[in-house]
């Protein structure tokens, strides 16, 4: 079951990961924290935890690199129960003109999902509320009439299903991945109508046989996807945030003709999550 809700004036589109991004929704890392061991990147930076002064400026950086290239940041009100809210990617997606928000896939995130809802009926945006299972943005990525959806322990079978239902003009494509790399975009992330970054150890065979059928595939190395380097953000224009300390990445990016727009972020990056994560698009401009 779903409940759409129209709203009075159109706000939202999106129709892949690299259109000209014009809106995006964010929320201050104020009450970050590794709290609940969700990866092995927490994992290793548990007992350090989260400098928080230094988060939220590498956070301000990173809002303030988006707004110099004409983007458009809206904030959600942080609280201090959500830990991870910083990663508003996966409260939310947007697919077309309607934003799609469903229950989070784990305890420590309940709740988060009330707070987005209530923002975008505040601002009179078109929604779709999923009903039922779990699904986070985190696996949901947009290619044109294609959704690649990535089965994990956040998003259920079910639920993609059931988007699927919604979605009746539009492909939507299973992945299935180890699931210690919690969300797709930690492993794989569309740049552009032809090309992607991919880690190939989080695929069987055959599955990342289905994805080199459909891009180019720059390959992420074992170091970089620990720093997240599948986790960028394109802007638009061939335009990329990226983390300085994924040199190989940037290095790969570069030679394709991309500009790579680099970003420290390292604090955050921390509690398992990059630019991506970090980002919840509401406009992009079309390109299909």
Known sequence: MATVIKGEYKLV???SEYGTLKKVIVCEPRYMKIDEIINETQRHFAKDNINMKRAMKQHQDFVKMMANHGVDVYKLPPMEKFPEQVFTRDIGFTIGETV????MGSNIRDGEEKILRNWLLEHQVNLSLIEGDRIEGGDVIVHGHK?????????????????????????????????IYLHLDCVFNILSDKEALVYPHAFEENDFKLLASHFELIEVNKDEQFTMGTNVLSIGNKKVLSLPCNK???????????EVLEVDISEIIKSGGSFRCCSMPLY????Y
């Open 284 to 287: 992009r401009e079309s390109v």
């Open 248 to 258: 190989d990445v940037n290095n790969a990016l570069r030679e394709r003709g991309y």
């Open 147 to 179: 959704v690649y959806i990535g089965v994990s322990g956040r998003t259920s079978e079910e639920t993609i299903q059931q988007l699927q239902s919604q979605l009746p003009d539009m492909e939507v494509i299973a992945v299935p991945f180890d699931p």
């Open 100 to 103: 799609f928000v469903s229950r």
């Open 13 to 15: 589109n999106c129709d």
